[in-house]
């Protein structure tokens, strides 16, 4: 079965625009997820790479996009660090390839919306909200 659902994100540069986070909800996830990408250099020079926090809570992902959505992107930030300064990644300096297998079933959908958003080499911060179809997974 096939039913549309509403994703939420938001998408905020820090760190002297070296880390982008986005924080998504989806209706009907219990979760959210929160994505760091950020710049990491090696023998082989700079890369991307992400790491994912699926231990936020929804009401402190909705007070983020909240934030952001009013355009008060300064508190969102704060907010975000604060709050991230507690928790410890699931995922921890991903690739792309490992990032996209990492994706929970449920969320693949709303994936397939925000990856182009996560893994741009560009900032575009800023509040997002659509409609995702999604299949039914149990």
């Not at 880390?19 to 890369?47: C, H, K, Q, S, W």
């Not at 809570?57 to 009013?70: F, H, M, Q």
């Not at 008060?72 to 390839?97: H, Q, W």
Request: aromatic share 14%; hydrophobic share 35%.
């Amino acid at each position: 079965m096939n039913q549309k659902n509403n994703l939420r994100f938001g998408i905020i540069v820090a760190n002297k625009q070296i880390d982008r986070y986005i924080v998504a909800v989806l209706d009907e996830a219990d979760y959210p997820i929160v994505f760091n990408r950020y710049m990491t250099e090696d023998d082989f020079g700079v890369m991307d790479s992400y790491d994912v926090y699926q231990t936020f809570t929804n009401g402190e992902a909705k007070e983020i996009l909240d934030y952001l959505e009013a355009g008060e992107t300064a508190k969102a930030r704060r907010t975000l660090l604060k709050i991230i300064d507690k928790k410890s990644p699931d995922l921890e300096m991903a690739g792309p390839v490992r990032l996209d297998d990492y994706i929970p079933d449920l969320w693949y959908d709303a994936w397939k919306q925000m990856e182009p958003y996560i893994t741009s080499s560009g900032h575009m911060p800023g509040y997002l909200e659509c409609q995702v179809s999604s299949d039914e997974y149990w």
